[in-house]
Structure formats: structure tokens, C-alpha cells
């Protein structure tokens, strides 16, 4: 029973670029939720999204970051015209439909800008 | 709002010796309680979670925690530390009235000295 995945696990690019972070849930799960972890720093919420919708973003950054979770493949969290403060390890975690039931995170991407 | 003040940022402590990690929250409504570990370069694995009846509540590795609702605490609890425990704990809380978004502390670095 494969955990959460997400890939790639490290990722650079420079000023500028675009960044593509993917993360497909454990089977089963039907609640994603992205967190931004800055060296020496605790998660911090980004976006919590289920199958076509974004219930709660309160955490994504107002421009250059956006979420989906499409019907079909994995979550994306997509980083327009990055810059060196974007450089984080982002975390992925699901969960099921049940609410007492604990977020399961997968290894991370860790993003650097050049 | 709920919150999630972990108390000690870093915890050194010998080999085999207790180790205590406080977690307080603040919430007026009921929770969900977590301990999640993570060592370098991985994701968060989960400890031990607390949804309700007995307040002590054992997990994996050999910690537990008890959760005290008059005081709003989760502290986790091991009675002899291994070399191989040295990691970032975070406590995490979640309401328990169908709510999904679940709130991090900022972690205690446990360091495990020979």
C-alpha cells in the first residue's frame, strides 16, 4: 500500500521559472493538503483541497501560487516566476474522508532557486 | 482559532535518560490531538494521536502522551531516549466537529547526546 508520493524530490530553478510540485495521495485518501517548511521552521499551512475544489487556501500567498487537484492524476502545486524566497521544502500530506483520522505526508520536494 | 504552542524549541538530553516534550493548545471546541516525528530530509510520520476515551494514549517507538484537558496539553513522554530519536516533534490539533484543517506547532528538535 504505497504512502503519499511526490515528486520530484528535489527540484532547482532559477529566478524566474515556473515550479511544478506533484503529489499523488495514498489510496483511498480523498483530502490533500500542501504546508511550506522554511529551514529551521514548522509547517506552515498552505492550501487543503479536495477532488475539482479548494476548500481552504488561507495559507497560499496571494499571487504566483495556485493548487488544483484534478479528477484524474496528481495534486499540483504550481509556483509562477519564482523567486529565492520560495526556496522551502513543500510537503504534501491525505487524508480520508473521515475527520478523525491523521493527515499521512509524503517525503517532500525540496525547491531551490538559483 | 485553535493554536499550537510547543514550549521548548530544542530538548538535548542524554541517552536513556526521560524526556518530556509539552505541548499546550488552545481551542473552544473539542480536538483531535497528534504527535508526528520527522527525521532529516523526510516526511512527517505519525506518533500517536488522541480522539477520545483514555487520556493516556501509548505510540509507536515507545512514546505516549497524555492529553489534559483542564490544562490544554499533550505532553509526549518517553522513559528512555535512544541515540536514534534524535529528531523534530511536532504536536498538531484538529477540531473534532467534521473540520479537516489540522494546526502544526513549530516543532521541539530532540538532540540525544552519548
Known amino acids: 500500500n504505497a504512502g503519499v508520493m511526490q515528486n520530484p524530490r528535489h527540484l532547482v530553478r532559477r529566478r524566474g521559472q515556473e515550479a511544478r510540485l506533484r503529489c499523488s495521495p495514498m489510496k483511498g485518501h480523498s483530502h490533500v493538503y500542501w504546508y511550506r517548511q522554511l529551514p529551521e521552521e514548522g509547517l506552515k499551512f498552505m492550501v487543503y483541497?479536495?477532488?475539482?475544489?479548494?476548500?481552504?487556501e488561507s495559507g497560499m500567498p496571494k499571487e504566483r501560487f495556485s493548487a488544483e487537484f484534478p479528477k484524474e492524476g496528481p495534486s499540483i502545486l504550481r509556483i509562477q516566476q519564482v523567486v529565492r524566497g520560495d526556496s522551502a521544502a513543500y510537503f504534501c500530506?491525505?487524508?480520508?474522508?473521515?475527520?478523525?483520522?491523521?493527515?499521512?505526508f509524503g517525503d517532500g520536494t525540496r525547491l531551490s532557486i538559483l | 482559532a485553535q493554536s499550537v504552542t510547543q514550549l521548548d524549541s530544542q530538548v538535548p538530553v542524554f541517552e536513556e535518560a526521560p524526556v518530556e516534550l509539552r505541548c499546550n493548545y488552545s481551542?473552544?471546541?473539542?480536538?483531535?490531538l497528534f504527535w508526528y516525528v520527522q527525521y532529516p530530509n523526510q516526511g512527517l510520520q505519525l506518533l500517536l494521536k488522541y480522539l477520545s476515551g483514555s487520556t493516556l494514549v501509548k505510540g509507536i517507538n515507545g512514546f505516549e502522551a497524555e492529553f489534559n484537558k483542564s490544562q490544554t496539553s499533550f505532553h509526549l513522554r518517553k522513559p528512555s531516549v535512544h541515540i536514534s530519536d534524535t529528531a523534530e516533534y511536532f504536536c498538531a490539533v484538529r477540531i473534532n466537529t467534521g473540520g479537516f484543517k489540522t494546526i502544526f506547532g513549530a516543532g521541539t528538535r530532540l538532540f540525544v547526546k552519548a
Open positions: 481551542s473552544s471546541v473539542s480536538v483531535y
Open positions: 500530506a491525505s487524508s480520508p474522508l473521515e475527520s478523525n483520522q491523521p493527515q499521512h
Open positions: 483541497l479536495q477532488k475539482e475544489n479548494i476548500i481552504d
